[in-house]
Every structure is written in C-alpha cells, then in structure tokens.
C-alpha cells in the first residue's frame, strides 16, 4: 500500500506519512501510559520541577566527565536545545574544583551557510552557545583544552572518528517538531527514496554530513531561536550521524515541552517501545539503541486533546 503524502511538506517524508492507526494510537497516551512504556532497553522518567528536570540533565555531564583519566578519556555529545543545563554544568565543575582537563565533549551539530559551518561570530552559532553558556565559564585551571571540544566543522571525518578515540559515555539531545534528535531529519522523497523512505538500516549508516533541513525544521528553529526570523535560520546543517550515535553508550532525551509537542513527544516514546522504527520519524530508529532513555518535565507533557486558541 502506498505511502501517504505528507501533509505539511509534500516533497519530504514525515511523521504524517505514517500509518494513521500509529498516528492514533500515540495521541491517546496519558501520563500514566508514558511511564508504562519503559521496557528492557528503554526507560522513561518523569520530573516535578524544572529545576530537578535541567539539573538532573546537567549532572549527566558530571558523571559521564568523573569517568575520564589521561589513560581512558571519556566524554559527553551535547546539544543546543535544550541549552539551559548548559551554565549548570560549569557552576558545579566550579564548586567541587572538578578536574576535568582529560575530559571531551562533542557537539551534536552546527548551521552551515554557503556550504560552510557558521563562524562563531553568528548569532545562532551553536559552538558560541556552548562555549559562552558552558565552557568559558569553568576556571581555566579545571576545563578541558580546545582540542577535547569537537564540532562537526571541517573535517567530519576527523569528527567521526573521534568517537573511535574517546569513550562517549553519554549523547543527549532535545527532540524537534520533525522528530529528529541533533539535525538528523527526515530525507527528501525523491529519486531512491520516492516511494519509501529510507529502511532503518540504510538510515543507520549515515555518518556526520551536511543536511538539508525539512522546512518543518527551519521554522521551528525560526520560532524557537530568532523570535519568528525565518530568513536568518540557514537551510543547511553539518551534524552528528546515527553511525556516531550508536557509538554512545547511552543515548538520553530530555522532553521539557518546548521544542516539540505533546503529540510528537508521545509518538516517538511509543515507536521506540513497541520497536516500531521508521526514518520518516528519525527519533523512533533508537527503538534499535540499546540503551535509551526518555526525560520528560511532568508539566510539560500536556495533551493531545482539542482546544481552540
């Protein structure tokens, strides 16, 4: 049976080219159905107050970097979005004099205009968020040296096979409105890929690259990061593949309501437990991770039911 179009791209795949039955079934999750999800493999966690929520995020960051010596480096792939765990991080490095000097981080992704990753000097630039809010902060007798920080810019190659190098302990990431986690979104619905999107295997094997973003991507970027300025969000992104991602030990999601909706966060936790993988919805190909594990802000979940605005 032939795929549906979807409804808010036409030329993309997306989550609205599921089977409606998937589709329903994930709006009808209460916050009780949520937590029954959990299964060997998949957890789910619930959080009272955003401050337990963003420090419980920034304390993954402490106990991946504890795990680091000179002998056996290890480190965390973080993301923009959400960032408020970001300044957490370095004010508790600070406070326990935290050596973390052998300790790596990765970021998850970067914009790229003109077919480059944006300089630092661009206001959405995601390696300025990182150091600004996070690692320009920590006492330069304590942090890591620049080298330990890795962007996918420039040579992605390299960036890839950094992950071979150091031990990532941990890869967090916020889920967007595409259902993608770092800038992994659905492809295009052209040439191979007309008919039926990628199988999970073959979207898998995708390494850190340069994307095009699924126009549902630039306007949530628009909306969450530039105040609705959708000409200054680029239409590109370098970022971290799935091939990377499976080298994580364990792969965490932090769900505090913001970058997506309450019917796309119950849509993947349920694709993920029930094992139900489709790169239209690039978040529920962890359902194949061994290790994952869905945070959600109790307040932030909401409902799916209808309500005029």
């Known amino acids: 049976m032939a795929r549906a179009i979807s409804k808010v791209a036409p030329g993309w795949w997306d989550?609205?080219?599921?089977?409606?039955?998937?589709?329903?079934?994930?709006?009808?999750?209460?916050?009780?159905?949520?937590?029954?999800?959990?299964?060997?493999?998949?957890?789910?966690?619930?959080?009272?107050?955003?401050?337990?929520?963003?420090?419980?995020?920034?304390?993954?960051?402490?106990?991946?970097?504890?795990?680091?010596?000179?002998?056996?480096?290890?480190?965390?792939?973080?993301?923009?979005?959400?960032?408020?765990q970001l300044p957490l991080v370095a004010r508790i490095v600070n406070a326990l004099g935290m050596?973390?000097?052998?300790?790596?981080?990765?970021?998850?992704?970067?914009?790229?205009?003109?077919?480059?990753?944006?300089?630092?000097?661009?206001?959405?630039?995601?390696?300025?968020?990182?150091?600004?809010?996070?690692?320009?902060?920590?006492?330069?007798?304590?942090?890591?040296?620049?080298?330990n920080l890795h962007f996918p810019i420039g040579d992605l190659a390299k960036y890839t096979k950094?992950?071979?190098?150091?031990?990532?302990?941990?890869?967090?990431?916020?889920?967007?409105?595409?259902?993608?986690?770092?800038?992994?979104?659905?492809?295009?619905?052209?040439?191979?890929?007309?008919?039926a999107p990628p199988t999970p295997a073959e979207y898998r094997k995708l390494k850190a690259r340069i994307v095009d973003l699924h126009p549902m991507t630039v306007i949530q970027n628009a909306r969450t990061s530039g105040g609705g300025q959708v000409q200054m969000v680029p239409l590109q992104a370098a970022t971290v593949g799935p091939f990377e991602t499976w080298k994580a030990e364990k792969f965490s999601i932090w769900h505090a309501g913001v970058h997506?909706?309450?019917?796309?966060?119950?849509?993947?936790?349920?694709?993920?437990?029930?094992?139900?993988?489709?790169?239209?919805?690039?978040?529920?190909?962890?359902?194949e991770h061994p290790n994952v594990q869905f945070n959600f802000l109790r307040k932030g979940i909401g409902t799916c039911a209808a309500e005029m605005h």
């Open 15 to 84: 989550y609205t080219t599921l089977d409606e039955k998937i589709l329903n079934d994930a709006a009808k999750l209460t916050e009780k159905d949520l937590l029954q999800l959990s299964r060997p493999g998949f957890k789910v966690v619930f959080y009272e107050t955003i401050e337990d929520f963003y420090l419980a995020e920034a304390l993954e960051y402490i106990e991946a970097w504890k795990q680091s010596t000179d002998d056996n480096p290890a480190g965390i792939c973080g993301p923009i979005g959400p960032t408020e």
């Open 162 to 195: 950094s992950y071979d190098d150091v031990r990532c302990v941990v890869m967090q990431g916020g889920q967007g409105e595409v259902k993608h986690w770092a800038f992994n979104d659905p492809l295009p619905r052209e040439g191979k890929f007309k008919d």
């Open 260 to 287: 997506d909706n309450p019917f796309g966060m119950r849509l993947t936790s349920l694709m993920i437990s029930k094992q139900l993988p489709d790169s239209s919805v690039p978040m529920s190909l962890l359902a």
């Open 99 to 147: 050596d973390v000097r052998s300790a790596h981080f990765w970021g998850m992704d970067e914009w790229v205009e003109d077919g480059k990753p944006v300089p630092v000097t661009h206001p959405l630039s995601f390696a300025k968020a990182d150091k600004e809010m996070c690692f320009d902060k920590i006492g330069k007798k304590l942090r890591m040296p620049d080298a």
